[in-house]
T-cell receptor
Framework: NAGVTQTPKFRILKIGQSMTLQCTQD?????MYWYRQDPGMGLKLIYY???????DKGEVPNGYNVSRSTTEDFPLRLELAAPSQTSVYFC?????????????FGEGSRLTVL | AQSVTQLDSHVSVSEGTPVLLRCNYS??????LFWYVQHPNKGLQLLLK??????LVKGINGFEAEFKKSETSFHLTKPSAHMSDAAEYFC???????????FGDGTTLTVKP
């Protein structure tokens, strides 16, 4: 049981390039989330999904896109990377049912845009 | 709508003394509340959670938190700090019906020998 797996762990992009951060979970969780964490700050919600085929915007969605074609996978797409997107990105999932809401996190992906 | 305010960005204590990390929240529904800890260059780990059961919640590593609805607070405490407690702590409110989460900005806990 690997939990939540994010790839890559580190990436450097040039301004204007695009990339996809991959996230997969093997716990059959319905809810999945993408956050970004800037230095000295808390986590800001980018996008989230309550199930396959359903996604919704969080607090800071501009410059990002997501898809959720399966329960396991929730990739985050960066189009036209900008220096403001330099951050650490965390993927998380939450178990089915409405009672707990506990978030299980991946180890993070550190992205630098130069 | 929901929001979380962590009242102290930095807290410094001596080893063996009590820890208090303060969190206030606002929510238009009955919230689920969580405390997470993040050690340097690591992911986030759940410390404890409140989900409308007992108002005093016990977590891992001797931490506990009390949900006070009248004060809209969920402060984190520990009777005696250990050097290994030095980390960043986040208070989180989650609307489990809608799947939306909101994090506080975090409190950095420093433990002095």
């Amino acid at each position: 049981n690997a939990g939540v797996t994010q790839t890559p762990k580190f990436r450097i992009l040039k301004i204007g390039q695009s990339m996809t951060l991959q996230c997969t979970q093997d716990m059959n969780h319905n809810y999945m989330y993408w956050y970004r964490q800037d230095p000295g700050m808390g986590l800001k919600l980018i996008y989230y999904s309550v199930g396959a085929g359903i996604t919704d915007k969080g607090e800071v969605p501009n410059g990002y896109n997501v898809s959720r074609s399966t329960t396991e996978d929730f990739p985050l797409r960066l189009e036209l990377a900008a220096p403001s997107q330099t951050s650490v990105y965390f993927c998380a999932s939450s178990p089915p049912g409405l009672a707990t809401g506990e978030l299980f996190f991946g180890e993070g992906s550190r992205l630098t845009v130069l | 709508a929901q929001s979380v305010t962590q009242l102290d960005s930095h807290v410094s204590v001596s080893e063996g003394t009590p820890v208090l990390l303060r969190c206030n929240y606002s929510s238009s529904y009955s919230p689920s509340l969580f405390w997470y800890v993040q050690h340097p260059n690591k992911g986030l780990q759940l410390l404890l959670k409140y989900t409308s059961a007992a108002t005093l919640v016990k977590g891992i590593n001797g931490f506990e938190a009390e949900f006070k609805k009248s004060e809209t607070s969920f402060h984190l405490t520990k009777p005696s700090a250990h050097m290994s407690d030095a980390a960043e702590y986040f208070c989180v409110v989650i609307n489990t019906n809608a799947g939306k989460s909101t994090f506080g900005d975090g409190t950095t806990l420093t433990v002095k020998p």
